[in-house]
């Protein structure tokens, strides 16, 4: 990851998840930590530069905040609609 927060590139994937989810599925978001340490593989007549492990971790924290946010108001709504799904959200990391 290489900014704190989510960008609408993302909102695809995210409402694929949350689709998936309010429909009783257990769903892991993956936030790559060391993807996002290894560059930019795209064909680019450089790298990216490679960002402090600190800055990732900081990334990461401010995208799971984001993540946990929009899961924790999928469950609310769930709930209003009467859902009693206890289904799991997982946020998980491939940075260790």
């Known amino acids: 990851p290489t900014s704190r927060s989510l960008?609408?590139?993302n909102l695809l994937a995210i409402m694929g998840l949350?689709?998936?989810y309010s429909t009783g599925h257990n769903v892991i978001a993956l936030?790559?930590?060391a993807t996002?340490?290894?560059g930019d593989p795209s064909g680019r007549?450089?790298?990216r530069n490679l960002l402090p492990l600190e800055e990732v971790n900081e990334n990461?924290?401010?995208i799971s905040k984001v993540l946990n946010r929009i899961f924790s108001n999928a469950r609310k709504?769930?709930?209003e609609r009467g859902s009693s799904d206890t289904n799991d959200y997982n946020n998980s990391n491939n940075n260790s």
């Open 18 to 20: 949350v689709h998936c």
């Open 31 to 33: 936030v790559g930590g």
């Open 7 to 9: 960008h609408v590139g």
């Open 77 to 79: 709504i769930m709930q």
């Open 36 to 38: 996002g340490r290894i």
């Open 45 to 47: 007549n450089s790298e």
């Open 60 to 62: 990461i924290n401010g």
